[in-house]
């Protein structure tokens, strides 16, 4: 039997039994259930627009942080570089009228905010402000990541997902691109690189195996 309550809840029904004798029985109180999360209608193209807006927006703010810490010219360029790609896959991504995910904004900054944090922490042998800043935006971008997990109802498997992509689609070519400078590559923090490797290899594993 089904039967739709006007909000808000929960109610009451009252169920009439025909029989010798006749009852009528009181059933609830019942709860309104709740919606299944939406479908995920992105994509190949677009999907790939917005990993590369996550992509170049993580470079660009990672090196544009290192470079205001080592003075860093090089470092500079490709910050600006990778702002300007960044916008074109953004408008790319809107010209092509992408369906945009459940809570599209959530979704982007966590991921480039958590994926800044997490560069940012790798370089904290040369830039002492590296620790506070690193983690701060990476406690934001998992504060983020919960509150989009809310808001869309994702599920285990599709959270572990994100964060898998993200740290091997992301944060390590981020790390790539930046650490293509002889002069970083004694910056690195090698504790962080092997946590991040083997956060890394562990949810990818974990992500492969996960069943919805």
Known sequence: MTHAYPPPGPHKALVDIKGCPPITKAIGPLHTCPRPPPPDKEGKPCRWLRWAFVIFASLSATAGAMALCLNSDPLKVIAVGAALLALIAYVLWRALRCPKP???????????????????????????????????????????????????????????TELAALVTGVVLPVLAWVLAF?????????????????????????ALSCEE
């Open 102 to 160: 459940c809570a599209w904004t959530y979704l982007a900054t966590w991921q480039i905010t958590l994926g800044t944090g997490i560069g940012v922490l790798h370089f904290t042998v040369c830039c002492g402000f590296a620790y506070l800043l690193g983690a701060l935006l990476a406690a934001i971008g998992i504060y983020l990541l919960l509150e989009w997990k809310r808001k869309c109802r994702a599920t285990d498997c599709r959270v572990l």
């Open 182 to 206: 002889p002069s970083l590559q004694m910056c690195k923090d090698p504790v962080v690189v092997a946590v991040v490797d083997t956060a890394a290899a562990v949810m990818v594993l974990a």
